[in-house]
């Protein structure tokens, strides 16, 4: 068990609500901030918020990451020894039409965060990036040893720039920093704007969904559980220099700084029409197709080198797909009280 107190942003979100649950029954102190923001239904988020108020040593913290001066006395009365920043303007299709939210949120916020972690010695900072950095890049699997400097939406600019940001964070104030690179995150109380849950409420609707690239898309599903094992186990592995890193000839997913980034995908690709047949199989129901040409930010395939994450967690996402819908798709009727 852990007297460690630990903040988790975005605690209201899909991935920090799974997470303050899994490090609250390991004996961390858990607060939880979230601005609690409608970008997607607030009750929700609320939900699960109801579900975290019986969690032992759970507070919550209703602010924006945004709010200079709220973050710093937070920061100054709290003294996390860790903090994990989940809190982001999430989604790529967004990003094109609001792309102001994404630099309030994803960059401003993001610089407050570091500038707590800094004045207040916390011990190691965990943020999140996402699998959108890789943008045009095509050689596969997507490893983190890769340039990342092809971004193809301003969520994934913002992403990468998170990246940069730690980077120097690590090198001029020797701040341990880890980012990590998830790849399409899905499970029960996930977000109404993923596919899982815009194609599971359809199909049960009997209403059309829309399917980009005509279904030639590839995606690293990967279930959350296998998301926050990975987390929690990355939290006390604090970040630390590699002696061998060489700026002639530079790794990117290491530094002279106490700077890492690792991919946590389930490394096994599945393709968009798999996926919803094994919606279907599980609704019982045919979804209604229709085919579209791929939206403007989109990549055509996602596939997670995971081998830096192994040999530094002894740990594999691994839940396969069919698992994972089952358990969300449970989930969703519980939730809505739908009947097939």
Not at 121 to 147: C, T
Not at 243 to 253: H, I, L, N, Y
Request: neutral net charge; proline residues 6%; hydrophobic residues 40%.
């Amino acid at each position: 068990m852990h007297s460690n107190s630990i903040l988790v942003t975005g605690a209201g979100g899909f991935i920090g609500f799974h997470l303050t649950k899994k490090l609250s029954a390991m004996g961390y102190k858990v607060v939880g901030l979230d601005n609690l923001n409608d970008y997607y239904d607030v009750r929700l988020k609320q939900s699960r918020l109801e579900v975290l108020k019986d969690v032992p040593g759970f507070r919550f913290l209703q602010a924006d990451l945004t709010d200079d001066s709220s973050m710093k006395k937070m920061f100054e009365s709290e003294k996390f020894d860790y903090v994990v920043n989940l809190a982001a303007q999430a989604g790529v299709r967004y990003s094109l039409t609001n792309p102001h939210a994404y630099v309030q949120s994803n960059l401003h916020g993001f610089l407050n965060i570091l500038e707590g972690c800094r004045h207040n010695k916390v011990k190691h900072l965990i943020y999140a990036s996402s699998s959108s950095v890789y943008g045009a890049n095509k050689k596969m699997p997507f490893s983190v040893h890769h340039n990342v400097d092809h971004p193809l939406s301003l969520y994934a600019a913002s992403k990468k720039s998170n990246e940069l940001m730690a980077h120097t964070y690590s090198s001029l104030y020797n701040l341990p920093t880890t980012g990590l690179r998830f790849f399409t995150v899905y499970g029960p109380y996930g977000r109404p704007d993923m596919a899982l849950f815009i194609f599971t409420k359809a199909i049960l609707e009997g209403k059309p969904i829309d399917v980009y690239n005509n279904g030639k898309m590839m995606r690293d599903f990967t279930y959350v559980d296998d998301i926050v094992e990975s987390i929690s186990r990355l939290v006390p592995k604090v970040a630390a220099p590699n002696p061998a890193w060489d700026g002639m000839a530079p790794d990117p997913a290491t530094s002279f700084a106490p700077y890492r980034v690792f991919n946590i995908g389930n490394s096994s690709p599945v393709e968009l029409m798999a996926f919803i047949e094994a919606i279907e199989r599980k609704l019982g129901k045919k979804a209604i197709k229709n085919l579209l040409p791929i939206q403007d930010g989109d990549v055509p395939a996602t596939y997670a080198d995971v081998n830096d994450l192994i040999r530094e967690v002894d740990f594999k996402p691994a839940t396969p797909i069919e698992e994972g819908i089952d358990k969300f798709v449970d989930w969703y009727l519980t939730y809505y009280n739908n009947s097939k």
